[in-house]
Nanobody, 125 residues
Framework: QVQLEESGGGLVQAGGSLRLSCAAS????????MGWFRQAPGKERDFVAA????????SYADSVKGRFTISRDKAKNAVYLQMNTLKPEDTAVYFC??????????????????WGQGTQVTVSS
């Protein structure tokens, strides 16, 4: 069992930066692929970024590639999402998600078993 808790959201002006954190509990965290998703009001939950259990592989949505960076610290049982050059269209609730590593990264929310409660990111123009 893994429990996830996001933090670091807030209000920022366009062009600014935020760093989201996801704290995980559970002894098997190091064996989990981790992902970030986001959901804007009235829209579906969209993939943002993912990182493999080893940290060697990452994947990004085209809309954030070059602006966002996902990383993990196994010693701290944490995953991070560094978000730079934020745009108003990045406004959403951001969710951390995890699943047992099975050898490939997935962008499908349905394949992630564990979810946090989300943290709000608002980017003003």
């Amino acid at each position: 069992q893994v429990q996830l808790e996001e933090s670091g959201g807030g209000l920022v002006q366009a062009g600014g930066s935020l760093r989201l954190s996801c704290a995980a509990s559970g002894r098997t965290f190091s064996a989990y692929d981790m992902g970030w998703f986001r959901q804007a009001p009235g829209k579906e939950r969209d993939f943002v970024a993912a990182i493999s259990w080893s940290g060697r592989s990452t994947s990004y949505a085209d809309s954030v590639k070059g602006r966002f960076t996902i990383s993990r610290d196994k010693a701290k049982n944490a995953v991070y999402l560094q978000m730079n050059t934020l745009k108003p269209e990045d406004t959403a609730v951001y969710f951390c998600a995890g699943r047992e590593g099975v050898g490939y990264l997935t962008r499908s929310a349905a394949e992630y078993r564990y979810w946090g409660q989300g943290t709000q990111v608002t980017v003003s123009s």
